[in-house]
């Protein structure tokens, strides 16, 4: 990838996140990105080719955080490790996280299918501990992660460590 298609994408993820996808066009991502922007349309076609690229790109650091959890053979690690991901995610990429809250609401994008690999992993958790309802102890994990990401990337909350450990104590991790 170009130095140039780095600045688009970054650019573009900085001004979807702010401003919302409808509310910013291409030309203030170029003229952000300094770029032209009839370049952001030779490599993305579009805005919403654009913003395609930034979701992969950003999938991929999702995928990344959740393979400590897909990995893990033992229920309770799988638990554990879960409860750990919005400990993982760095500051540099809130406005992903941002991104993703918003647009489930401005374009009504559901990313309920890429949970689906995690809700099974937690299900199964549940299931060889012995949880009466190890899908709804799932659904209540992955719930309590989207809300609490929220908080932390809108910035009404920090990591709070001591949530964590209620959650710990709460799975008797």
């Known amino acids: ?9 970054s650019c573009g993820l900085q001004l979807f996140a702010k401003n919302g996808y409808n509310a910013t066009s291409t030309s203030q991502i170029a003229k952000a990105a300094e770029v032209s922007e009839g370049l952001i349309f030779r490599h993305f076609k579009s805005k919403e080719g654009l913003l395609h690229a930034i979701l992969k790109e ?5 995928d990344q ?5 897909i990995n893990e053979t033992e229920p309770k690690s799988v638990i554990k490790n879960f409860l750990q991901i919005p400990f993982l995610v760095p500051q540099t990429e809130y406005n992903f ?3 993703l809250f918003a647009l489930k609401w401005e374009l009504d994008i559901d990313n309920s299918v890429n949970q689906k690999p995690i809700n099974i992993v937690l299900t199964k ?13 799932a659904a209540f994990l992955v719930n309590y992660l989207e809300g609490f990401t929220s908080a932390i990337v809108k910035g009404d909350g920090v990591p709070d460590s001591n949530l964590n450990a209620f959650l710990q104590r709460k799975y008797m991790l």
């Not at 950003?58 to 999702?62: A, C, D």
């Not at 958790?125 to 102890?137: H, M, R």
């Open 1 to 9: 990838m170009t130095d140039k298609q780095e600045r688009i994408l």
């Open 58 to 62: 950003g999938q991929q650091k999702i």
């Open 65 to 69: 955080l959740y393979a400590n959890v």
């Open 97 to 99: 996280w941002k991104l």
């Open 125 to 137: 958790a549940f299931e060889q501990l012995s949880y009466k309802e190890p899908d709804l102890e």
